[in-house]
């Protein structure tokens, strides 16, 4: 074993990074194998190639692990291998998390790498081994592919980060114009744990597109605007430091006599859906679920469909302030007594200018409280709706996302999808028309900003409107 710890590595790249040099480089050291793409979907290390080590490539897709024993039992040295996004996840997860694994990350300019392959579509070569059989193209540049091609590219690198932080392991970053430096390849050899060194570069493949990027394209002024669109440093992203949610499966609700399930936004229509599940038949509701009751119920209520109902951020965080502050109790001892908010005495009358005052400073440090500033724990009812449906997705995502100004046109839709009859839906105007008594633009305008997340993913506009 290297003094590294490392017994095998892969290669995660994309096409036309420059892998297949890294590549010939690697097998220029002695005691280093890189097989190619042995897991790419088409074939087996290099095109045409459809078996490795008397496996082929059905019984590999089957179960890819043996490929994996197979190519470091029949290698002398270290054995590696190049893996791009599109290849098995199965094995992508599970070399991201062997620590005797070494990991290779080769990058290029995404730009580059894209009308590099545009190039070699239209031309059909991939490698260039001799200049004088060059063949040149000048690619067409279709800002729609530029974007998914980035995505791509970009989602597999956050993939291939996050893998690496929770498991606290690093690798070796190399981009393609590092490619040159037989330095840099010196240092992935020293990375790897090899003794052997490199005295010279690969003298095979040569680059075949060293032109500018505009002289590789047709429509360069498109491309320029194209490129110009993009938000480079995602500085229009929601900043997000709310902490994850769990699914919530205790809170989901059932009817006993229909094959609707209820996941709960807190906050929400919670009494009118869970009275309206109840009337759906005689045998009322079904609660207290866990994981594997659940699964029971879904099973035994086939075909069924699982709901859940979107409330405006401002009504909603106003429901939270009346039952959580307003009652009293921990948070609001937690307000008045560390956070200095001026609140008035639980229980006691307000003018409609005293509560709107009281709402409009926990809508100020509910800012605060879900951007992860004040250390506390997520009360259920003022976590963002986002966060909650992300958290619902850790289980499973419900079926319909409905909205509480549409409510009963979204039952209905319900109803005839599962065949039952619908129900008259009640609802309680109480907590809109309190609302509406103290509604301004200010507590609009607080609540966005706690909220915003929530009001850019879902599209909300002012209450009132």
């Excluded at 597109?209 to 605007?225: G, L, T």
């Excluded at 609009?444 to 009001?455: F, G, L």
Aim: proline share 6%; aromatic share 10%; glycine share 8%.
């Amino acid at each position: 074993m290297p003094p590294t710890g490392f017994t095998s590595f892969v290669m995660f790249a994309e096409m036309r990074t420059g892998s297949n040099f890294l590549e010939a480089n690697l097998n220029a050291l002695e005691g280093v194998t890189c097989h190619g793409e042995v897991f790419n979907p088409h074939f087996m290390g290099k095109k045409d190639n459809l078996s490795l080590w008397g496996i082929d490539i059905a019984e590999r897709d089957a179960d890819p692990f043996p490929v994996l024993a197979a190519m470091r039992a029949a290698t002398q040295g270290m054995a590696g291998f190049r893996c791009f996004h599109d290849h098995d996840a199965r094995v992508i997860g599970a070399v991201l998390a062997d620590p005797a694994c070494a990991k290779i990350i080769l990058t290029r300019n995404p730009v580059e790498s894209y009308v590099s392959l545009k190039i070699a579509q239209d031309t059909g070569q991939w490698k260039l081994q001799n200049a004088a059989k060059l063949k040149t193209a000048r690619a067409r540049f279709d800002p729609a592919e530029f974007e998914a091609h980035l995505r791509a590219a970009q989602e597999f690198q956050v993939h291939l980060l996050h893998g690496l932080q929770v498991t606290g392991q690093t690798a070796f970053y190399i981009d393609y114009e590092d490619l040159n430096d037989l330095d840099v390849l010196n240092g992935l050899a020293a990375f790897l744990g090899v003794p052997a060194r490199l005295t010279a570069l690969d003298p095979k493949l040569k680059k075949q597109n060293p032109e500018e990027i505009a002289d590789k394209v047709s429509n360069p002024a498109e491309m320029e605007r194209s490129l110009a669109r993009l938000d480079r440093f995602n500085l229009a992203r929601t900043p997000n430091f709310e902490p994850r949610r769990t699914p919530g499966i205790p809170g989901f609700v059932a009817a006993a006599d229909a094959p609707l399930l209820y996941m709960p936004l807190r906050g929400g229509p919670e009494a009118e859906l869970r009275d309206w599940l109840g009337r759906l038949g005689t045998g009322g509701i079904v609660t207290d679920f866990v994981q594997k009751t659940l699964r029971q119920w879904k099973r035994q209520n086939a075909p069924h469909r699982s709901f859940t109902v979107l409330r405006h951020p401002l009504l909603r965080a106003y429901a939270g302030f009346r039952a959580v502050v307003m009652e009293g109790g921990d948070l609001y001892r937690l307000l008045t007594r560390s956070y200095k908010l001026d609140l008035p005495v639980p229980g006691q009358p307000l003018t409609a200018e005293e509560e709107r005052m009281a709402f409009l400073a926990v809508l100020r440090w509910l800012k605060l409280y879900l951007s992860g500033q004040t250390g506390q724990k997520i009360d259920p009812r003022f976590a963002s709706q986002t966060a909650v449906l992300q958290g619902f997705a850790q289980f499973q995502g419900p079926d319909a996302v409905l909205r509480e100004d549409r409510l009963a046109e979204g039952l209905t839709w319900l109803c005839d999808e599962t065949g039952v009859v619908m129900p008259d839906l009640s609802c309680d105007l109480t907590l809109a028309e309190a609302l509406f008594r103290i509604h301004d633009a200010e507590l609009e305008n607080a609540a966005r900003d706690a909220y915003q997340r929530d009001y850019i993913g879902y599209g909300f506009g002012r209450w009132r409107d």
